[in-house]
T-cell receptor, first 116, second 111 residues
């Protein structure tokens, strides 16, 4: 596998279910991100991890719980979601920004989530 | 805070037409600017980038120039193909972990 992979690609869940999204990057990057993509809205940054430490949490509801066990893997645990949480969830990775500048992000294909 | 504004789509063009997708930004400091493309069923892919004023990013026939005086980063291509049909996102980053994206512009190219 190369690049950024995400599983599952599609997920349908009820509001009382618990599920997890998985992301893996094979690029040797230090930073990993979760975004939410909804129709006709800008990408919403949810969480950022740098070297396994969470550096950003953009006021995301607690029903979304991230986990980053190492620099290559990122999870998003979901529980008691609402129908408005239905969206495409994208994972991305990059070199950590710093003195060397800002680096582009590499995205996975996303998980299409439908909450019924 | 920082923001990115893109032209509303969809943009529909005939094959071999000239493409311009407008992007303007507001930011403190000197951000890096990006164009990403998203094909159906896929994630975003970096198309090109520019890191300082007057830089021109280019890739696959697409170009964009970092214009500090007009705070713009318009995407252009001289002759579009059907395979260019996708959603295009303008984005900026000011050196933190926050990448600010526009709402995306859908391009449809007709044969």
């Amino acid at each position: 596998e190369t690049g950024v992979t995400q599983t599952p690609r599609h997920l349908v869940m009820g509001m009382t279910n618990k599920k997890s999204l998985k992301c893996e990057q094979h690029l040797g990057h230090n930073a990993m991100y979760w975004y939410k993509q909804s129709a006709k809205k800008p990408l919403e940054l949810m969480f950022v991890y740098n070297f396994k430490e969470q550096t950003e949490n953009n006021s995301v509801p607690s029903r979304f719980s991230p986990e980053c066990p190492n620099s290559s893997h990122l999870f998003l645990h979901l529980h008691t979601l609402q129908p408005e949480d239905s969206a495409l969830y994208l994972c991305a990775s990059s070199q950590a920004p710093g003195l060397a500048g800002v680096f582009e992000q590499y995205f996975g294909p996303g998980t299409r989530l439908t909450v019924t | 805070g920082d923001s990115v504004t893109q032209m509303e789509g969809p943009v529909t063009l005939s094959e071999e037409a000239f493409l311009t997708i407008n992007c303007t930004y507001t930011a403190t400091g000197y951000p890096s600017l990006f164009w990403y493309v998203q094909y159906p069923g896929e994630g975003l892919q970096l198309l090109l980038k520019a890191t300082k004023a007057d830089d021109k990013g280019s890739n696959k026939g697409f170009e964009a120039t970092y214009r500090k005086e007009t705070t713009s980063f318009h995407l252009e291509k001289g002759s579009v193909q059907v395979s260019d049909s996708a959603v295009y996102f303008c984005a900026l980053s000011s050196g933190t972990y926050k990448y600010i994206f526009g709402t995306g512009t859908r391009l449809k190219v007709l044969a």
